[in-house]
T-cell receptor, first 113, second 116 residues
Framework: GDSVTQMEGPVTLSEEACLTINCTYTATGYPSLFWYVQYPGEGLQLLLKATKADDKGSNKGFEATYRKETTSFHLEKGSVQVSDSAVYFCALSRNTNAGKSTFGDGTTLTVKP | GAVVSQHPSRVICKSGTSVKIECRSLDFQATTMFWYRQFPKKSLMLMATSNEGSKATYEQGVEKDKFLINHASLTLSTLTVTSAHPEDSSFYIC????????????FGPGTRLLVL
């Protein structure tokens, strides 16, 4: 079956540092890939997505590229802020499965001033 | 657009009582909604898929008589935790499928349930 593996956290960075959170997936065919962010005490928010190989999703300075050859969708940001502190979830979904998603375990990011 | 709300945001109840949680898609119609449970510092566990006008599909190990789901309209799904016990205390999150692409999920803000 489908699966998503994320880099284990927690990750602690200083403000303005570079961020990479690794995500790899196992799936047949061509799923869509997503990054969600969850701030403390809140639900998940869609951060970015990519629907086909080589697509780059980007939002709020974050970006991730759908790499079919390495089955990866790593999340990157060049300069993090304290407000980026949250839990980040990588997920995949298939249109043919009524949108049912498979989530990674989440990576907690803490950015210190 | 694509806003999903949940109500209540937080509820405390006594053991043995039932609690209803509402999930609404505010600006779009959702034929499919999902209910998740999230334990502290853990990922989301899919409980069930809620389909408008038909019975919900439950994941393995989730008691359908314990967690009643009703998706009576294209903008509302409800989850009722029946005869709640302390072990049902958790963070419950719903999501609705964005109908334009059939796969992007928009999540509600979650409901924190505490059963005493």
């Amino acid at each position: 079956g489908d699966s998503v593996t994320q880099m284990e956290g927690p990750v602690t960075l200083s403000e303005e540092a570079c961020l990479t959170i690794n995500c790899t997936y196992t799936a047949t065919g061509y799923p869509s890939l997503f990054w969600y962010v969850q701030y403390p005490g809140e639900g998940l928010q869609l951060l970015l997505k990519a629907t086909k190989a080589d697509d780059k999703g980007s939002n709020k300075g974050f970006e991730a590229t759908y790499r079919k050859e390495t089955t990866s969708f790593h999340l990157e940001k060049g300069s993090v802020q304290v407000s980026d502190s949250a839990v980040y979830f990588c997920a995949l979904s298939r249109n043919t499965n009524a949108g049912k998603s498979t989530f990674g375990d989440g990576t907690t990011l803490t950015v210190k001033p | 657009g694509a806003v999903v709300s949940q109500h209540p945001s937080r509820v405390i109840c006594k053991s043995g009582t039932s609690v209803k949680i509402e999930c609404r898609s505010l600006d779009f119609q959702a034929t499919t909604m999902f209910w998740y449970r999230q334990f502290p510092k853990k990922s989301l566990m899919l409980m069930a898929t809620s389909n408008e006008g038909s019975k919900a599909t439950y994941e393995q190990g989730v008691e359908k008589d314990k967690f009643l789901i009703n998706h009576a309209s294209l903008t509302l799904s409800t989850l009722t935790v029946t005869s709640a016990h302390p072990e049902d205390s958790s963070f419950y999150i719903c999501s609705a499928i964005w109908t334009s692409d059939g796969e992007t999920q928009y999540f509600g803000p979650g409901t924190r349930l505490l059963v005493l």
